[in-house]
């Protein structure tokens, strides 16, 4: 007898809503409940994190995107018996560099009076695998979950601290997916490898064809690798 996936609860990232996961939904949801974590509160990842768990399931399954991934990692090591497997997709442990920290320190200064247009498209060019860069459509979409959260969760999420948990990673005891994508510009191969080597019950998939934005330029890769590693879980 087939043992039944755990809830899967999934964490987007860095100005991205739960609709980051729309397109892989039915696959998802064809295994088990789905659940969605929100970054839209919380000025630190242990903040976020506490919010996270506070409205998961009592064991989970737990899938973390980008900036969603420390938070992931936090959940992880704050309940490591409530989450049962978890999923780091275009993840790093590294720290924020003090130049990107300080770029998104001076975005959140000087966001321009007047209605919150998210994102700019160079920024989110720069997530997408280069045959993906002139799909209005896709950009639209990024720029729209931006929208939709508001000009204070842009100042509250470019100010987060990203501390490095390189040295943590060994904490994390439960079996760990870490998902890349073969063309991201913004988290090299080495950084998923990292995460790979790091945590002890940890294996890697690479996804070609694939820039940062994994889960809206693959989806159906990704779910299916998510529901590989799902239904692979022990009992």
Same mark, same amino acid.
């Given at each position: 007898?087939?043992?039944?996936?755990?809830?899967?609860?999934?964490?987007?990232?860095?100005? @991205?809503?739960?609709?980051?996961?729309? $397109?892989?939904?039915?696959?998802?949801?064809? @295994?088990?409940?789905?659940?969605?974590?929100?970054?839209?509160?919380?000025?630190?990842?242990? %903040?976020?994190?506490?919010?996270?768990?506070?409205?998961?399931?009592?064991?989970? %399954?737990? %899938?973390?995107?980008?900036?969603?991934?420390?938070?992931?990692?936090?959940?992880?090591?704050?309940?490591?018996?409530?989450?049962?497997?978890?999923?780091?997709? /275009?993840?790093?442990?590294?720290?924020?560099?003090?130049?990107?920290?300080?770029?998104?320190?001076?975005?959140?200064?000087?966001?321009?009076?007047?209605?919150?247009?998210?994102?700019?498209?160079?920024?989110?060019?720069?997530?997408?695998?280069?045959?993906?860069?002139?799909?209005?459509? @896709?950009? %639209?979409?990024?720029?729209?979950?931006?929208?939709?959260?508001?000009?204070?969760?842009?100042?509250?999420?470019?100010?987060?601290?990203? *501390?490095?948990?390189?040295?943590?990673?060994?904490?994390?005891?439960? +079996?760990?997916?870490?998902?890349?994508?073969?063309?991201?510009?913004?988290?090299?191969?080495?950084?998923?490898?990292?995460?790979?080597? *790091?945590? +002890?019950?940890?294996?890697?998939?690479?996804? $070609?064809?694939?820039? *940062?934005?994994?889960?809206?330029?693959? +989806? /159906? /890769?990704?779910?299916?690798?998510?529901?590989?590693?799902?239904?692979?879980? +022990?009992?």
């Amino acid at each position: 007898m087939t043992t039944p996936a755990p809830p899967l609860l999934l964490v987007p990232g860095y100005m @991205l809503d739960e609709t980051l996961w729309d $397109d892989m939904l039915p696959a998802l949801r064809a @295994l088990g409940p789905v659940a969605f974590g929100d970054l839209a509160e919380g000025d630190t990842v242990e %903040a976020m994190a506490g919010r996270i768990l506070d409205g998961a399931p009592a064991e989970f %399954a737990l %899938a973390g995107f980008s900036m969603g991934g420390y938070i992931a990692r936090e959940v992880a090591r704050m309940a490591p018996g409530r989450v049962r497997a978890l999923a780091l997709i /275009a993840a790093s442990s590294r720290p924020d560099s003090p130049l990107r920290r300080e770029q998104r320190a001076m975005a959140a200064r000087n966001t321009p009076v007047g209605p919150f247009r998210g994102l700019s498209r160079g920024a989110i060019v720069s997530s997408l695998h280069p045959e993906h860069a002139g799909d209005e459509a @896709l950009i %639209a979409r990024v720029r729209g979950m931006g929208v939709r959260l508001g000009r204070d969760v842009f100042v509250r999420q470019s100010l987060l601290e990203r *501390h490095g948990d390189l040295a943590q990673l060994g904490a994390i005891a439960c +079996p760990t997916l870490v998902v890349a994508g073969a063309q991201d510009q913004m988290r090299a191969l080495d950084e998923a490898r990292e995460l790979a080597a *790091h945590i +002890p019950r940890a294996s890697l998939r690479i996804i $070609d064809g694939a820039g *940062h934005m994994i889960p809206l330029e693959r +989806p /159906a /890769a990704l779910a299916a690798a998510l529901a590989s590693w799902l239904s692979g879980l +022990p009992g």
